[in-house]
């Protein structure tokens, strides 16, 4: 009987250990990848353009409360890339 107490702990901790070591492995590499990403990948620049390449008037004012909303929503990380009416 206590042969098995020890070796289900053994299991217990290899298990709990190995999960533990691949879930930092994913958070490192993640991290890695999405400074990579930042670093070497150029922004996207807001066109004033529609799809279809016609020129069309967009208010400053809601420019600048839908570009306020989308830093206010994710904390100052997240840019609005594309501002396009809905047809």
């Known amino acids: ?7 289900g702990l053994m299991l217990l901790s290899i298990g709990i250990t190995t999960v533990f070591g691949i879930l930092t492995l994913i958070v490192l590499f993640g991290n890695l990848l999405i400074h ?3 670093k ?3 922004e996207m ?3 004033t353009t529609s ?3 016609i020129e069309e008037p967009i208010n400053k004012d809601k420019i600048a409360a ?5 830093e206010a929503i994710t904390g100052g990380k997240g840019r609005a ?3 396009r009416k809905k047809k």
């Open 45 to 47: 620049q807001i066109s």
């Open 40 to 42: 070497y990948i150029p």
């Open 51 to 53: 799809a279809i390449g």
């Open 66 to 70: 839908i570009v306020a909303a989308v």
């Open 1 to 7: 009987m206590n042969g098995d107490i020890y070796t």
């Open 81 to 83: 890339v594309s501002i």
């Open 36 to 38: 990579l990403v930042n």
